[in-house]
């Protein structure tokens, strides 16, 4: 049994910060990768940060690079994604996924998911 909860969005001015977490089991933290997807209205949903099975990988979209960073806590069962330089094209809700693979980027590759968090960033 898989269970994921994001928390930490709402609305911000752009510029602002944010910062996102993901609670999750402990046999999720051991055994899976994370990864951070967001889906704006009319968009595919789209991949933001991957962090791999034990940590020693992380990868961002390009959109994001420099302003947010992904972060896990094997010790709290927890993930981050800490987001700074909010631009109303961040505007999305996010979610945290977890995958088998030791690591992926690929929407398909996640088997299980958040219900999501909303992030809102007005201009």
């Known amino acids: 049994q898989v269970q994921l909860v994001e928390s930490g969005g709402g ?8 910062r996102l977490s993901c609670a999750a089991s402990e046999r999720t ?3 899976n990768a994370m990864g951070w997807f967001r889906q704006a209205p009319g968009k595919e949903r789209e991949f933001v940060a991957g962090i791999s099975r034990t940590g020693n990988k992380i990868s961002y979209a390009d959109s994001v690079k420099g302003r947010f960073t992904a972060s896990r806590d094997y010790a709290k069962n927890m993930a981050y994604l800490e987001m700074s330089s909010l631009k109303p094209e961040d505007t999305a809700v996010y979610y945290c996924g977890v995958t088998i693979q030791w690591y992926s980027d690929q929407y398909s590759d996640y088997s299980y998911w958040g219900q999501g968090t909303q992030v809102t960033v007005s201009s």
């Open 11 to 18: 609305l911000v001015q752009a510029g602002g910060s944010l």
């Open 29 to 31: 933290f051991s055994t």
